[in-house]
């Protein structure tokens, strides 16, 4: 449960995104994109993110959320997926109770041969 009051800021551009989305881009062959949120325990309740993610390369029928925790380095899919859409506007639209950092792709996450 959520302690406090809840920071409903994120980027998309910071240099915690950036970090993010470098670091699975070196294990993982995926089209990666990151929003990364300043609320980092989780909400509490539902909310509505709106991002403007690049998307580019990736089938926006098939996107797969993941929840990040950058202090364990761990990450877990959010199930169920969240309900989605891409606007007119080319912005993403999620509902999410996840908190953190959030890692967007469109399919399964594929290691890359070492």
Do not use: C, W
């Amino acid at each position: 449960m959520q302690n406090g009051p809840i920071k409903y800021g994120g980027s998309v551009k910071s240099d915690r995104a950036r970090s993010i989305r470098a670091l699975f881009e070196r294990y993982y062959e995926n089209k990666i994109a990151v929003v990364a949120l300043e609320q980092q325990s989780s909400y509490g309740k539902t909310v509505h993110i709106t991002a403007k993610v690049d998307l580019s390369g990736m089938s926006r029928n098939t996107l797969r959320f993941y929840s990040f925790d950058i202090k364990s380095n761990k990450f877990i899919p959010i199930n169920p997926p969240p309900k989605f859409y891409v606007d007119e506007k080319k912005a993403l639209h999620f509902e999410t109770n996840y908190a953190g950092d959030i890692v967007i792709t469109d399919r399964p996450l594929i290691p890359k041969a070492r």
